[in-house]
């Protein structure tokens, strides 16, 4: 079996990535790309490794893996893809999204392109916004999807510098009744996540006979020593407990439902099909 080589680079690794190799050649890899994270400075940097065995004009192995280049990161490297071979994309803890340019004829790192708020969450009844950790990147040229914890999708292109797309979710927990979950889509769609132990049968909020249900079972492993009535309904381990009902509360699939919001037994949303849906009976 082959050794395995290694170099203490005196930060915390998050994310490795092997540069891809061009189409149809026989050669093997040898450059990756590391990210860092939890440290007091992260960093995006290049590596290069060479024949393994042979000794190097300062006496260590070619096969040693040798820093080539590395540029500081704003916030924990999340996610990392090279965008073709050249370019490398980080996705942040802070929200934001970078495109770096490697420049091989003197081994330097760029930035060619940043999002600087491509995540972020905003709070009800608020103008201001906070960033939110960018948890996901891919990559097909031209094109970058990334996700994040505010739960969207954003569809970027290299040369442009706002989001092609943006996929417009929004996710509340009833206020007073957290067992009871609210998600509205770009897909038209605006559903009712019930885990309670009580759903009874109702009927579609804005259609007489329109309810589309489905049924979810979960189940984690038990927990020890957990009383079980500080447990939500969502982590709960009693089998009679174990059942997620997801019901459909618009009639039809429409344009993007943009927005929802939810107090007591009454529910707003908004769509791009120029409605309004209200209801005051939200679980009569």
Known sequence: MEEIYAKFVSQKISKTRWRPVPAGSLQTADTFATGSWDNEENRVSLWSIGDFGNLDSDGGFEGD???????????DVMDLQFFDQERIVAASSTGSVTLFLHHPNNQTLSVGQQWTAAHYHTSPGSLSCRSAPCTGVVCSNPEIVTVGEDGRINLFRADHKEAVRTIVWEVHFHPSNPDHLFTCSEDGSLWHWDASTDAPEKSSLFHEGGRSSIFLFHSISNQANVHQSVISSWLSTDPAKDRIEITSLLPN???????LDVLGPCLVCGTDAEAIYVTRQLFS
Do not use: E, P, W, Y
């Not at 699939?253 to 927005?259: A, C, G, I």
């Open 253 to 259: 699939r429409t344009l993007s439902v943009n927005s």
């Open 65 to 75: 893996h040798q820093l080539l280049c590395d540029i500081k990161h704003h916030g």
